[in-house]
């Protein structure tokens, strides 16, 4: 049986910036349970098809999340544990998993591991828990030591992984989230810069207590069988089609995302069976529709989102219209506070999410969109057009980014004799003996084919 995360569809959520936590954790202010404030969320959740939550980062950091003060508590900018706690029982009851944002590669200056080290120096017990911590230099910050910090940023102190006791804290951390948070999964953080041995020791912790937990992966480039693999990764975030997915609208150019889906997906592609996690849009980048000229292509571009292979993530306020560009040194634009019901109200285009709850009911309804192949079929500058199959279900996707109506003609199998677009009100074609012909497809809209 296939994993659920091939089923799944996910909802990403930020929750320091959602809610309006402040920029920096004092650490002396008592808990305020502001992810409460998700439960207002979860009908729109229900109304959009999702049945999967990525939130995070959770737990006590000093100012963005991912640097971590503390694993084993949830950050007093959002609530308690048993805060989370409720919060995951109610997602559960609507049907909706739970992914966390797990930070392992490098924790905050405010650890207080690393803080022990900073008052006791030599003769700290902890001095082994960083990774190339010397006692022959100063770090940037003055400290009469030295250490690595995650991509040079010494704010983010990189763990050494290797040592046993460390180890022990973090495993022990997974095992009180899943404990205590009955939580399905984790996106591993930077887990391309983490060493593979940790990565299938965590696999195998998760697994013996949890035999479907899903482990994804931050994985910005390379190939991802190096880590996605069945010893360690179920997932990768696909940043290989990310940038394809828009650019192509952008450039006119749909033989970009069509070259990444058939080497990812096509006969003999790299990952034809794995779900890889796919976005247009995240917290680490700019809003999709601030990529995009012409908003009119919001609509082709969620169409490929929702029936190319893997499970498809929503960034929280992206399926409004939600636009806002990050700078080389800022990123809070992308991570804004969101009150729901002013939002609907100024989406722009309007009827954009209700138009993404429809592309998500189709994937729901239909096995080839969640488990089939992929079979590219046809691709031109503006055009595009591929199969999803299994062996008892066979759909044609036709996408137009043009500004004007496509006309298409694409090759299927011969055992089909007709075709009922579920895209648009179930109009029916004929199928010629091998060929599907189809007269129109509307300017920067798409159909979605299944033959019979």
Known sequence: MSHWSFDAIFYHIYPLGLTGAPERNDFNQPP??????????????????????YLGPLFESTAHGYDTADYYHVDRRLGTDETLAKLSAALHAHGIRLVLDAVFNHVGRDFWAFRDVQANGWNSPYRDWFYNLRFDGHSPYGDPFSYEGWAGHHSLVKLNLANPAVREHLFGAVASWMDRFAIDGL????????????????ASFCKSRCPDFWLLGEIVQGDYRRLVNPGMLDSATNYECYKGLYSSLESANYHEIAYALNRQFGEGGLYRDVPLYNFVDNHDVNRVASNLRNPAHLYPLYLLLFTMPGPPSIYY??????????TLNYDRPLRP???????????TPPRLAGDIARRASLRASLLALRHGYYRQ?????QQFAFARFTADEHVVVLLNAADAPASFEVSVPASYTSAVDLLNGGEH???????LKVDQVPACWGRVLKLT
Do not use: C
Not at 337 to 347: A, N
């Open 429 to 435: 074609f004929a199928v010629q003996p091998g060929r």
């Open 32 to 53: 305020v349970a502001r992810l409460e404030q998700l439960y207002a969320w979860i009908p729109h959740l229900k109304d959009l098809g999702v049945n999967a939550l």
């Open 317 to 326: 306020g992206s399926e409004l219209a939600l636009q806002a560009q990050r």
């Open 337 to 347: 506070q969101l009150d729901l019901p002013p939002m609907q109200q100024r989406s």
């Open 187 to 202: 996106r591993l953080d930077a887990a391309d810069v983490i060493a593979p041995d940790f990565l299938a020791a965590l």
């Open 377 to 381: 079929l046809f691709v031109a500058p």
